[in-house]
């Protein structure tokens, strides 16, 4: 295989004297989609944060396309590649969708390049929606749409990797399915996706490989179709018990 575009080496997270992450390591190589699943509180958003540079680490390392990003803030991580989608979208609810689009692209020098124009094309024929309400308010959209801006305004940035945090948090499942789909066929284009969720259902039927994440340690990890018959996999993260043979 060829070498990660991600390694998170060891990591380590601290807020004040808890660790929220303890001793992680994790791997994504080019093309791939990996989940990262886990419960509520197990760790996974820390430790995408703590990768993505919105947290700085206390211990181990973050390598990005081989380079040691360990102590690099989240802006010079986008200029890389590295780009995230944070849990609750953190939009900028008073600007219209076109000016959310627009700052996606800051790195790019805005829409003002061919690039970024032709990326902007791009992005409002994969979310058509966004295209009826480019000049609406961000904050007046429904919970959906607004993931959609969210997820379109990271492709913005043109990302090597882009790091999804917590996708189905507050959508319906109607939604949900067919955001899943968007990602889906985004890697299959060529998209690296590292897809953080709680739903471990939706995660591990788009990703090649994934990771669980338990009480700040990875407690599981393999191809995505194996750790979804996993017995303990399939209790504790999918909701359903192992039948007996």
Same mark, same amino acid.
């Given at each position: 295989? !060829?070498?990660?575009?991600?390694?998170?080496?060891?990591?380590?997270?601290?807020?004040?004297?808890?660790?929220?992450?303890?001793?992680?390591? *994790?791997?994504?190589?080019?093309?791939?989609?990996? &989940?990262?699943?886990?419960?509520?509180?197990?760790?996974?958003?820390?430790? %995408?944060?703590?990768?993505?540079?919105? %947290?700085?680490?206390?211990?181990?390392?973050?390598?990005?396309?081989?380079?040691? #990003?360990?102590?690099?803030?989240? $802006?010079?991580?986008?200029?890389?590649?590295?780009?995230?989608?944070?849990?609750?979208?953190?939009?900028?609810?008073?600007?219209?969708?076109?000016? $959310? @689009?627009?700052?996606?692209?800051?790195?790019?020098?805005?829409?003002?390049?061919?690039?970024?124009? &032709?990326?902007?094309?791009?992005?409002?024929?994969?979310?058509?929606?966004?295209?009826?309400?480019?000049?609406?308010?961000?904050?007046?959209?429904?919970?959906?749409?607004?993931?959609?801006?969210?997820?379109?305004?990271?492709?913005?940035?043109?990302?090597?990797?882009? +790091?999804?945090?917590?996708?189905? *948090?507050?959508?319906?499942?109607?939604? +949900?399915?067919? @955001?899943?789909?968007?990602?889906?066929?985004?890697?299959? #284009?060529?998209?690296?996706?590292?897809?953080?969720?709680?739903?471990?259902?939706?995660? @591990? &039927?788009?990703?090649? #490989?994934?990771?669980? %994440?338990?009480?700040?340690?990875?407690?599981?990890?393999?191809? !995505?179709?194996? *750790?979804?018959?996993?017995?303990?996999?399939?209790?504790?993260?999918?909701?359903?018990?192992? #039948?007996?043979?």
């Amino acid at each position: 295989m !060829s070498e990660a575009l991600l390694d998170i080496r060891n990591l380590e997270l601290r807020y004040g004297a808890a660790v929220a992450v303890r001793d992680i390591s *994790l791997q994504v190589h080019p093309g791939q989609l990996v &989940a990262v699943i886990g419960n509520n509180g197990a760790g996974k958003s820390s430790m %995408v944060r703590g990768a993505t540079g919105l %947290v700085r680490p206390s211990g181990g390392q973050v390598i990005f396309r081989g380079e040691d #990003t360990t102590r690099l803030p989240a $802006n010079k991580k986008v200029a890389r590649g590295l780009v995230m989608v944070p849990e609750g979208r953190l939009l900028f609810p008073g600007q219209t969708v076109e000016d $959310n @689009l627009i700052l996606g692209a800051y790195v790019h020098g805005g829409i003002k390049t061919p690039r970024s124009k &032709a990326t902007l094309q791009r992005v409002l024929e994969l979310f058509p929606r966004l295209r009826e309400r480019l000049h609406q308010q961000a904050g007046s959209m429904s919970g959906g749409e607004q993931q959609m801006l969210a997820i379109a305004r990271g492709l913005m940035a043109e990302p090597e990797l882009l +790091v999804i945090d917590e996708l189905s *948090l507050g959508l319906a499942p109607k939604i +949900v399915d067919q @955001l899943i789909g968007v990602l889906a066929d985004l890697n299959r #284009t060529g998209l690296t996706i590292l897809l953080v969720e709680q739903l471990a259902s939706y995660a @591990l &039927a788009i990703a090649h #490989t994934a990771y669980v %994440v338990a009480n700040g340690r990875i407690s599981h990890h393999g191809p !995505s179709a194996e *750790l979804a018959r996993d017995p303990e996999v399939m209790e504790a993260f999918l909701g359903r018990k192992k #039948t007996a043979a």
